[in-house]
């Protein structure tokens, strides 16, 4: 009898914290796309009107951007707070492309690139590469967005080995 109280009890208690998983995470992509809403909304204020990309970059601070075109069909890049404020507005032509960034870590020979995406740190528009290297490490690569100046560059170990 006793067995089966403590089952009981133990399904209880997992319910309860799958429950509260569930909750948290429906909170935090709530928040998620309240604030991608909020950024589209701004960025539209700014003349982009036909979105096709929003993510959001976190690093020292949380940036959402939104990317689209104008009215005259420039692909245009917002930068904007998680809070709303849009910090800055470019035509993607005024910066590197997302291949030339890309091609930045080719020296370092990746073993695989993550990802490639814009965001933002201390006011300075940036491409953040985040690639596997050949140490097998996570590594971080940034360059400026204007003109592909090397901004900085770090690496986390993978696994236990590392």
Known sequence: MNVKKIVIAF?????AALFLYIDAYS???????ESEQRAMKQAEKKGIIHITDVYTYRGSDVYIIVIGKNDKDEQMI???TEKGR???VRKASEGITK???QSSIK???PK???SVKLGMEKGVPLWEITYIDERDRYSFYYVRFEDGTFLKRYHFARGKDS
């Open 107 to 109: 020296p370092y020979h």
């Open 86 to 88: 849009v910090v800055d």
């Open 27 to 33: 909170d935090a992509i709530s928040s998620k796309n």
């Open 78 to 80: 917002a930068w904007v």
């Open 112 to 114: 695989e690139v993550v």
């Open 11 to 15: 399904v209880c208690v997992l319910f």
């Open 99 to 101: 291949q030339q960034a």
